[in-house]
């Protein structure tokens, strides 16, 4: 653990009595001691605060917004132009093969673009970035904190510090003021959840996080339960539900590639594996990411073998995340599954310690998403 880097809430996660797990390069709280389900559940029902301090924080700035944008849609495959103002938006790198190398979200700052990518991935992709967008000025964000604030409840603790908090859309970003410091913020997270993500300089951290913990509806959470709050949102992590071997539309992510960007749109293709990923949105693929209920009260977790019978010895796919759902009450799983075996209600076999039992697959998101529109 000595060889960790530590985010600017280390001791506080430490006060908190967190249990610290090597995560990404980073010494990250896996759980604190209300224990992984009731931080689960907590969230769910109120609001959870998470350090995602070890993601990557990037500003993009060209000539103009336009610029920027237009020049990162030869990298990325979605509609980065159009983008309003103080809007933010998912998208992902691409390969030339089609794969994904990472995933991201990116927002319109008016004079810049402002990224958030994987902690696993930033230093790849920001090295990517500088390389492919030559005469633009690419900075990493090194003296900020990320916070992300999860929850129904999440609205009124934070419009408690900044009222124009409660104004905000899904996905809008803005500017906030909480304890007289300058926040950016955006209305999103990874839970399924209404919530905020909340970009603090790095000496301000602290005392925001005791200031939104000393609110009676809100408690710590690790990355267990952030884990399983995202796997029952049916949202992908990057590594496990997606790679650089798995194209956006074998990711079930086809949602996120605009018409503009696409066969006959007026900004289509320009992006890497471009031929590969409109085909593929054309005329389908040979396999699947979708949502599995295994029957009983087993976990299968990444990795488990999929198969069409208890007797057949051909796999047809197999689990790229999976655990117990607390919300769900049982076990919940996403995998890879092949062409026209994929449909909801369709039964498959998981092959569990030498034993095939049965799951279901089923359609995402386990938990029905509560964004504010």
Sequence with gaps: ??????????????????????????????????GVMQEHLHTRKKAGLFDVSHMGQVIIKGADYLAAATALEALIP??????????????????????????LMLANRGDHIFMVVNAG?????????????????????????????????????????????????????TSLSLLGTECWVSRSGYTGEDGYEISVPACQAEALAKELLAHEDVEPVGLGARDSLR?????????????DGLNPVEASLS?????????????????????????????????????????GRAPM??????????????????????????SVGGPVAMGIVADGLHQPGTVLYGELRGKRLPVTVTS???????FKR
């Design 1 to 34: 653990m000595s060889d960790l880097l530590h985010t600017p809430l280390h001791q506080l996660h430490v006060a908190l009595g967190a249990k610290m797990v090597p995560f990404a390069g980073y010494s990250m709280p896996v759980q604190y001691p209300m």
């Design 78 to 103: 979605v509609d980065i132009a159009r983008l309003g103002r103080d809007r933010q938006r998912y998208g992902f790198f691409t390969n030339e093969a089609g794969g994904i190398l990472d995933d």
């Design 121 to 173: 991935c930033k230093a790849a992709d920001i090295t990517y970035l500088k390389a492919n967008l030559d005469g633009f000025v690419v900075i990493e964000i090194t003296d900020r904190a990320l916070l992300a604030l999860q929850g129904p409840a999440a609205e009124a603790v934070l419009s408690a510090l900044d009222s124009k908090a409660a104004n905000m859309r899904f996905m809008d970003v």
């Design 231 to 243: 796997l029952e949102a049916g949202l992908c992590l990057y590594g496990q539900d997606m790679d």
């Design 255 to 295: 949602w996120a590639i605009q018409k503009v960007r696409r066969s006959n749109g007026a900004r289509a293709a320009g992006f890497p594996g471009a031929d590969i990923i409109l085909t593929a949105l054309e005329t389908g693929t040979d396999r699947h990411r979708v949502g599995l209920k295994p029957e």
């Design 301 to 326: 977790r990444q990795g488990v073998p999929l198969f069409q019978s208890e007797s057949d010895a051909n796999q047809i796919g197999f689990i790229t995340s999976g655990g117990f759902g607390p």
């Design 364 to 370: 995402l998101p386990f938990i029905p998403a509560n």
